[in-house]
T-cell receptor, first 112, second 116 residues
Framework: GDSVTQMEGPVTLSEEAFLTINCTYT??????LFWYVQYPGEGLQLLLK?????DKGSNKGFEATYRKETTSFHLEKGSVQVSDSAVYFC???????????FGRGTSLIVHP | GAGVSQSPSNKVTEKGKDVELRCDPI?????LYWYRQSLGQGLEFLIY????????KSGLPSDRFSAERTGGSVSTLTIQRTQQEDSAVYLC??????????????FGDGTRLSIL
């Protein structure tokens, strides 16, 4: 079956540091890949997505590239802010399933 | 436009009581999902609706849990005879067309359920 593996958190950074959150997956066929963000007390929000190999999704300074050869979709940001503190979820959706598969989430804490 | 709306936002009840959680998806979204998120944990899939039918209810943890959807819109998740382990945040999500794998899910802010 499909699966998503994210790096364990929490990830703790100082403001303006570079962020990478690793995400790797296993899936049948050619899944669509997503990053969602969850701020405290809220539901998940779509951050970015990519639907085919070598696509780069980007939003709010975050980027992730769909790497089929390494089955990865790592999330990056060049300079994090305190307001980026949240939990980040990597997810995929295969064409053969109506149910997305989520990673366990990675908590990011950014200190001033 | 309006997003996914869930009510109540918080619910505190005594062990053994029944609770109903409501989800109002984005208008026109045919797919609706319920998830459970325990403190500090990831998402646990509960049930998926396509229109008013539930082709996948494999995630419901016990027969105390049930859900329905009417008019292809509002959904209710019911937990009977609540137990303390039911305490969690219950999230609802909808998506436009479940046949398209590139469609993202849109989430509500959840119902935080606390069983005393």
């Amino acid at each position: 079956g499909d699966s998503v593996t994210q790096m364990e958190g929490p990830v703790t950074l100082s403001e303006e540091a570079f962020l990478t959150i690793n995400c790797t997956y296993t899936a049948t066929g050619y899944p669509s890949l997503f990053w969602y963000v969850q701020y405290p007390g809220e539901g998940l929000q779509l951050l970015l997505k990519a639907t085919k190999a070598d696509d780069k999704g980007s939003n709010k300074g975050f980027e992730a590239t769909y790497r089929k050869e390494t089955t990865s979709f790592h999330l990056e940001k060049g300079s994090v802010q305190v307001s980026d503190s949240a939990v980040y979820f990597c997810a995929l959706r295969s064409g053969g399933s109506y149910i997305p598969t989520f990673g366990r989430g990675t908590s990011l804490i950014v200190h001033p | 436009g309006a997003g996914v709306s869930q009510s109540p936002s918080n619910k505190v009840t005594e062990k053994g009581k029944d609770v109903e959680l409501r989800c109002d998806p984005i208008s026109g979204h045919t797919a609706l999902y319920w998830y459970r998120q325990s403190l500090g944990q990831g998402l646990e899939f509960l049930i998926y609706f396509q229109g008013n039918s539930a082709p996948d209810k494999s995630g419901l943890p016990s027969d105390r849990f049930s859900a329905e959807r009417t008019g292809g819109s509002v959904s209710t998740l019911t937990i009977q005879r609540t137990q303390q382990e039911d305490s969690a945040v219950y999230l609802c999500a909808s998506s436009l067309d479940p046949h398209l794998s590139n469609q993202p899910q849109h989430f509500g802010d959840g119902t935080r359920l606390s069983i005393l």
